[in-house]
């Protein structure tokens, strides 16, 4: 299993351009979540899907844009990029119901907007 | 959603045991505790998970008092290699909003 990946690994964006973050999960997970990290901040939760379908904020949800039209996969996506939104984000997915709710992680994506 | 508030950092010498606190004060009735690990440049991983009294796996011990408005997570003789950020969270059993509270964790350096 490769667990949940994402793509890509690093990006450059300009001010103003818009790209898409994918992640994918291969464990039928029904929850998924999308993170940013910033130095000394911890990770903040940017939006979150609990089903193909179904997506919700998170604390820091404004510029980005997520869907969920699959169980596998749940990109993010930003409109118009700007220097505020470098950071690193990860992806996240877990089984959302009983069990330990154990949140699996990819590798992350490291983005700088110039 | 329950916050936690953790030391910034730790440092440590190699085979001692480490014990980072975490304080959780509106832990509420259905609230879990569990704690992650970060090394650079890497997402998150679970280390263990626990409810109340102690629970040991493989990695780490975590204890939690009756009144579990803290939670103690305990390193047996650690390495070089568990230098890393650890992370406390609270949460529902669940985690059906995903709305977990990560902060800024606390940084454990290993010293040789």
């Known amino acids: 299993n490769a667990g949940v990946t994402q793509t890509p690994k690093f990006q450059v964006l300009k001010t103003g351009q818009s790209m898409t973050l994918q992640c994918a999960q291969d464990?039928?997970?029904?929850?998924m979540s999308w993170y940013r990290q910033d130095p000394g901040m911890g990770l903040r939760l940017i939006h979150y899907s609990v089903g193909a379908g179904i997506t919700d904020q998170g604390e820091v949800p404004n510029g980005y844009n997520v869907s969920r039209s699959t169980t596998e996969d749940f990109p993010l996506r930003l409109l118009s990029a700007a220097p505020s939104q470098t950071s690193v984000y990860f992806c996240?997915?877990?089984?959302?119901?009983?069990?330990?709710?154990?949140?699996?992680f990819g590798e992350g994506s490291r983005l700088t907007v110039l | 959603l329950a916050k936690t508030t953790q030391p910034i950092s730790m440092d440590s010498y190699e085979g001692q045991e480490v014990n980072i606190t975490c304080s959780h004060n509106n832990i509420a009735t259905n609230d879990y505790i569990t704690w992650y690990q970060q090394f650079p440049s890497q997402g998150p991983r679970f280390i263990i998970q626990g409810y109340k009294t102690k629970v040991t796996n493989e990695v780490a011990s975590l204890f939690i008092p009756a009144d579990r408005k803290s939670s103690t997570l305990s390193l047996p003789r650690v390495s070089l290699s568990d230098t890393a950020v650890y992370y406390c969270l609270v949460g529902d059993e669940r985690y059906r909003a995903n709305n977990l509270f990560f902060g800024t964790g606390t940084r454990l350096t290993v010293i040789p």
């Open positions: 464990m039928n997970h029904e929850y």
């Open positions: 996240a997915s877990n089984r959302g119901g009983g069990d330990t709710g154990e949140l699996f």
